[in-house]
């Protein structure tokens, strides 16, 4: 596609729920990111995906908190047991060069409410 | 941890001023980022200066780093009403093998027409 997708855009959850968040990044693009943004706060790296390399999970808060990609393409997020101190936006990026040396592409990112 | 700190972390400006923002970060850096968020969801990258240089320009956009004072800062010139955003930077740092960006807590800024 033209840009970086992410769905749902929003997502409202009871607390003790599983949630599943998807990422379609730019086709080719090679790097895939996850960072969190909670409310009025910078972005909060959680994993890195580059080619078939096994993934930087350095940031992940939790064992709740997993993320695969299949294929080289479609990355998921899933956040295990929700609490609330897990709602934020969830933003994905992607980009086509090597890791860091241009801007990433965002995706709109998926705000994720748990109740 | 956060490597980047912006000042201010808010700015409000009359339309036609220029907006300066600053970012500091802690540690040797391999490039940074300038990013501009709107309404709290996507991230749009705005210009990226290597560590071996030390000025850059985009449009109205002109970015300086000093790494021997670990800051860079983002000045808008000519400001808009459209220009209101959050503004955020974001560094690699030189020996990091992921390239993932590191970003401040942004400076978020108000254009008044």
């Known amino acids: 596609g033209a840009g970086v997708s992410q769905s749902p855009s929003n997502k409202v959850t009871e607390k003790g729920k599983d949630v599943e968040l998807r990422c379609d990044p730019i086709s080719g693009h090679t790097a895939l990111y996850w960072y969190r943004q909670s409310l009025g706060q910078g972005l909060e790296f959680l994993i890195y995906f580059q080619g078939n390399s096994a993934p930087d999970k350095s940031g992940l808060p939790s064992d709740r908190f997993s993320a695969e990609r299949t294929g080289g393409s479609v990355s998921t997020l899933t956040i295990q047991r929700t609490q609330q101190e897990d709602s934020a936006v969830y933003l994905c990026?992607?980009?086509?060069?090597?890791?860091?040396?241009?801007?990433?592409?965002f995706g709109s990112g998926t705000r994720l409410t748990v109740v | 941890s956060q490597q980047g700190e912006e000042d201010p972390q808010a700015l409000s400006i009359q339309e036609g001023e220029n907006a300066t923002m600053n970012c500091s970060y802690k540690?040797?850096?391999?490039?940074l980022q300038w990013y501009r968020q709107n309404s709290g969801r996507g991230l749009v990258h705005l210009i990226l200066i290597r560590s071996n240089e030390r000025e850059k320009h985009s449009g109205r956009l002109r970015v300086t780093l000093d790494t021997s004072k670990k800051s860079s800062s983002l000045l808008i010139t000519a400001s808009r009403a459209a220009d209101t955003a959050s503004y955020f930077c974001a560094t690699v740092m030189i020996y990091n093998q992921g390239g993932k960006l590191i970003f401040g807590q942004g400076t978020e800024l108000s254009v008044k027409p």
């Open positions: 540690t040797s850096i391999n490039n």
């Open positions: 990026a992607s980009s086509s060069y090597l890791a860091g040396t241009h801007g990433y592409t």
